[in-house]
């Protein structure tokens, strides 16, 4: 691959980060599955660890398989650094920790995944900290929400579940004049549909386990920095010590140095190795995704049996304008959800399936169905489940890229069934 060269995104996809003449002239790479690297000299570690030298130390600081799969997810989100971390949310629970201090807010939608709607209210409220949460699709709402006290925006780019798409430009410009920066979770459209740091957004986060990986068959998570927000301002003295040792990489250093290593969060190299088998086929796989997710919504759309369908591919979705702009014409994603007569409804619904797999995950190859309001949102209070738009007669759907004739036949035979 010639370095110089700018490669289209699925050329990218494939090539970037790899290097076989370092590996033996492998084309994969290899999976160093060791614990700690050996140095030659005293004088070597030392410079290791003051951040002189690039070389690896320990499986808990670095691994050069990870290193790959870091240097592959940058250059698709368009960043200069990224750390792979053990899963989504240990990607997700560093990036804010990094970001906070007892006493601080953040500002973020009511749009979000369960997990991180948990650790937003439920855990870092016992630290004093406050998220404040409006509609992730309201401009004005955000702004309002932003204080003195107030360290970032954090926003899904499609909320898991509810479906939303946020103009990501109008947010990042918003959260720029507070002095604030914009971190996204881009796991739904992935870098294929949308890369959101070319819209002014400072970090990327991503569970790894979904699209990248893409075959239900590991686990991870990433934070891509974009190296544009400047953090020598008032609202964050405590970035001085990274600033000075990797300049606009001090939100990552920070991340990785003060939270990463300390917790513990190391991404296994067997899952970075499994997600990069993944990713040599993430174009292909999310031009079938988005395609079958579209036909899968209108041949809904037609079913007396379903009551609504929630996709911003669809015209009449509040989010349709933004989707189109934001992701170019290319496609809206690949998961939508849609509302059964109630919730016997949609037991029945998924207890007649016969073709797709019923389980708590997304973007797999597979086509994937829950019913989020009787599982992930099992514990969750009536109030909660409603602001987080999860009512009890809703199916949420991964549409995978088996021939859409076979899923949509599924569909049909388990909804005659109502
Ligand atoms: C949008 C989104 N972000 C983050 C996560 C967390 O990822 P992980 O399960 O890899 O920790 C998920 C998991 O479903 C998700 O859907």
Request: some cysteine; glycine content about 8%; proline content about 5%.
């Amino acid at each position: 691959m010639n370095k110089k060269k700018n490669y289209r995104f699925d050329t990218q996809v494939i090539h970037a980060g790899q290097s076989p003449e370092d590996w033996q002239g492998a084309t994969l790479s290899p999976i160093y599955q060791t614990a700690s690297h050996l140095h030659p000299t005293a004088e070597n570690l030392t410079q290791t660890f003051a951040g002189k030298r690039d070389d690896h130390i320990y499986m808990r600081l670095t691994n050069p398989t990870n290193r790959v799969l870091e240097e592959k997810l940058a250059a698709l989100e368009g960043g200069p650094g990224a750390v792979v971390m053990s899963s989504g949310m240990a990607a997700i629970t560093n990036t804010c920790m990094a970001l906070l201090r007892a006493g601080d807010e953040f500002v973020t939608g009511n749009s979000l995944f369960v997990t991180t709607y948990n650790l937003f209210i439920k855990v870092f409220s016992k630290y004093g900290i406050t998220a404040r949460l409006v509609e992730s699709t309201d401009t004005e709402a955000i702004e309002k929400a932003i204080n003195s006290k107030t360290r970032f925006v954090y926003l899904e780019t499609i909320g898991n579940p509810k479906m939303d798409v946020p103009d990501l430009e109008q947010v990042a410009s918003i959260a720029h004049r507070h002095g604030i920066p914009l971190v996204v979770d881009n796991t739904l459209p992935t870098p294929y549909l949308l890369r959101p740091l070319d819209m002014g957004v400072d970090v990327v986060i991503h569970s790894t386990t979904k699209y990248f990986s893409g075959h239900g068959g590991s686990m991870g998570g990433v934070v891509i920095d974009g190296g544009n927000f400047t953090w020598s301002q008032e609202r964050f003295p405590d970035f001085k010590a990274f600033i000075d040792r990797k300049g606009p990489l001090a939100l990552l250093d920070k991340i990785w140095r003060e939270y990463h290593i300390n917790f513990g969060t190391t991404q296994a190299p067997l899952h970075a190795y499994l997600t990069m088998i993944g990713l040599d086929t993430l174009a292909l796989r999310m031009e079938r995704h988005l395609k079958n997710a579209m036909k899968v919504a209108h041949y809904l759309k037609e079913r007396p049996e379903v009551l609504w369908v929630n996709y911003p591919g669809l015209e009449d979705h509040p989010s349709h304008g933004v989707a189109l702009k934001q992701f170019g014409g290319k496609g809206f994603g690949g998961m939508l959800t849609f509302g059964l007569k109630d919730q016997a409804a949609c037991f029945r619904f998924i207890n007649s399936l016969q073709l797709i797999y019923h389980l708590a995950n997304l973007g797999d190859s597979k086509t994937l169905v829950i019913h989020p309001y009787s599982s992930q949102y099992y514990a969750q209070d009536e109030p909660t489940r409603q602001a987080l738009s999860v009512p009890d007669n809703m199916i949420r759907f991964s549409t995978g890229i088996e021939a859409v004739e076979d899923i949509c036949e599924d569909i049909g035979q388990a909804l005659d069934s109502l």
